[in-house]
């Protein structure tokens, strides 16, 4: 697990048959929950929302799936008195009508937008800008132009959380996908998945490279990075006297 390895996923498919996609969807679902993904990504945000005193906020999630850590988050927000609006963005339409299909079933309107990193990505801005699971899809030059793409859309805050290559990791995502999805795309993809993950420092040098500052890069609970770039308000100038 020292070196990278980076094979294509089978959930990356273009040509992926709609209802084995739907299914290894519905399997990321439960491995999603499983390891915590909303609540890794919500924890910054509700810090934000209560230090900045905001109720109201716009977010985009890039590479969104299925829909299924927005939805969560924006649920779990509710519950703290905050309201997300949430515009959703996949390179997929099979991923985009599952993501519509669930909103739909828990009553959260959303808007969606069919585009791929780092170059054709919503104008922007946005309050937040989330992402999950995303970034080992990719190789270290688009990885790093994903990363600044996102960063400059993101008005307030960007969250980004993967996966970090260990052999711990891989064991815990092999196992767990076969105890969680009955998809054998899951069964390939997420052990693939953590071959091709970054670890803390390959991160840290590409949001270097990418221009984010302010930017913290943390390990958390399980086996997953957390990168949160929180940009300073813009000063308040004061009137000239007249």
Known sequence: MLQRNMVPELMDDAALDPRAHARALAGLRRLNRASRAPEIIIAPILAFARRHERTHLTLLD???????VPLAITDIAARHGIRLDLTLCDTSGTALAQAKKNAAAEDIPIATFTGRAP??????????????????HLNHDTATATLAAMSARA????????LVRSTLGLFIAWSASRLLSRSPIVHFDAPASVRAAWTLSELNAMAQSAGLQNASITPCWPWRILLVQEKSPAPVLAEAPS
Do not use: E, R
């Open 155 to 162: 008005a307030h805050l960007l969250v980004i959380s993967d």
């Open 119 to 136: 170059d054709h990505l919503p104008d922007g801005p946005f309050d937040i800008v989330t992402n999950s699971l995303f970034l080992h």
């Open 62 to 68: 890039v590479a969104c799936g299925g829909g299924d």
